[in-house]
């Protein structure tokens, strides 16, 4: 690894295991548009200890590995990278130096906390684990929240069995505001977490009347969507009669880790 830097024509290494990203870099991916670079980024952290030459056929292992389809998209990616800073280069001795997460953190002005373990096989799944790491910071704080009010009501320090939730409200339109995507967007890259196997979702009904259990049969359906037109995109017939589609529960398959003791080196 140490020697990588020093010779052009190196073979293709194989990734490490994986890599604890920080979710707040998650969230800049699409906050900024920045999911590809990221996702460049990402990789060549696991394949080098910080330098790196990329001669053109390491550069075409590397889009074939990341899904890009040509040698261009590496270059650009790698262009947008060094404008950030995420990504330094000695044009005298044709190396590149991959800043640190402390680095591009502290650079990014983003807050050290919580990070996402990724699993550096799936690196051509980056977008739905970025979208999906964000989803379980969210779960993870309703979570401790959850936690903190039974210890709370029953004093003990750890819920019982029977208290534990697994599944948590995650909005769509919540997730518009934290990441600055559209509705449809958000709708999308859930699905896509899904089926990358990063989260599970189930979907949530209430009452069409809140705090009563009333059920408004599915004949009526025209008649109730125009008397609340606030609600009319979210009524359903579930079993002959109307519901509202609440907030999708959410489950995380996600660990994470605490941040580490930030590094003297960045």
Not at 107 to 135: C, H, N, P, W, Y
Not at 154 to 172: C, L, M, V
Request: net charge positive; charged share 30%.
């Amino acid at each position: 690894m140490a020697n990588m830097a020093k010779t052009v024509n190196f073979r293709f290494k194989k990734p490490k295991f994986s890599t604890c990203i920080p979710i707040e870099l998650c969230a800049f991916a699409f906050r900024k548009k920045f999911v590809r670079p990221v996702q460049l980024y990402v990789l060549l952290k696991s394949i080098c200890d910080g330098t790196i030459k990329l001669s053109k056929p390491y550069k075409k292992a590397i889009a074939k590995k990341i899904g890009f389809k040509t040698i261009k998209s590496v270059n650009n990616n790698i262009k947008l990278l060094m404008a950030r800073n995420w990504v330094g280069y000695d044009k005298t001795s044709d190396v590149y130096y991959i800043r640190s997460y402390d680095r591009v953190m502290q650079s990014e002005d983003m807050k050290r906390g919580l990070r996402a373990t990724f699993q550096l096989k799936d690196i051509k799944k980056m977008r739905a684990f970025l979208f999906g790491a964000v989803l379980t910071k969210l779960v993870a704080y309703q979570n401790w929240r959850k936690t903190r009010e039974l210890e709370r009501i029953k004093g003990r320090s750890t819920p019982g069995s029977r208290d534990r939730q697994t599944y948590y409200p995650i909005a769509n339109l919540a997730i518009k505001k934290i990441l600055r995507i559209s509705i449809s967007t958000a709708f999308e890259l859930k699905k896509q977490a899904e089926i990358a196997g990063y989260i599970k979702v189930k979907k949530a009904f209430a009452s069409c009347f809140a705090g009563h259990t009333n059920l408004c049969e599915a004949k009526y359906k025209d008649d109730f969507k125009s008397a609340y037109p606030e609600v009319a995109n979210r009524v359903r017939v579930k079993d002959g009669f109307l519901r509202i589609q609440a907030s999708d529960r959410v489950l995380s398959n996600i660990k994470l880790k605490k941040a580490r003791k930030k590094s003297k080196h960045i």
